[in-house]
Nanobody, 120 residues
Framework: QVQLVESGGGLVQPGGSLTLSCMMS????????MGWYRQAPGKQRELVAE???????EYADSVKGRFTVSRDNAKNTMDLQMNGLKPDDTAVYYC??????????????WGQGTQVTVSS
């Protein structure tokens, strides 16, 4: 099994910064992709940033230039550095990972989420 635990959420003023961390444990070999998603009240969950095959990163247009995703393979962690936060960034942020299993099946795992609130 795979466990994902997010941390680092909280309340921050507009223009402020936060760093979210995702601690991954369990059988996390053969990773296809991993990333961060968010879900605001009344909205669908959306991709924020991710590492895809080959280590390339992709970002939602709304966060380009403000957010940076990074990973530490030795520590099995993935961070999301968020700068220039806006009220529209308010959401629950989720860590996500997709892993190849025997037989060619792709398994998806989610963390429990961490709340980010941007407000003055």
């Amino acid at each position: 099994q795979v466990q994902l635990v997010e941390s680092g959420g909280g309340l921050v003023q507009p223009g402020g910064s936060l760093t979210l961390s995702c601690m991954m444990s369990g059988n996390i070999h053969s990773i296809n992709n991993m990333g961060w998603y968010r879900q605001a009240p009344g909205k669908q969950r959306e991709l924020v940033a991710e590492f895809i095959t080959g280590g390339t990163t992709e970002y939602a247009d709304s966060v380009k230039g403000r957010f940076t995703v990074s990973r530490d393979n030795a520590k099995n962690t993935m961070d999301l550095q968020m700068n220039g936060l806006k009220p529209d960034d308010t959401a629950v942020y989720y860590c996500n990972i997709n892993i190849w299993r025997l037989g060619g099946a792709l398994y998806e795992y989610w963390g429990q989420g961490t709340q980010v609130t941007v407000s003055s």
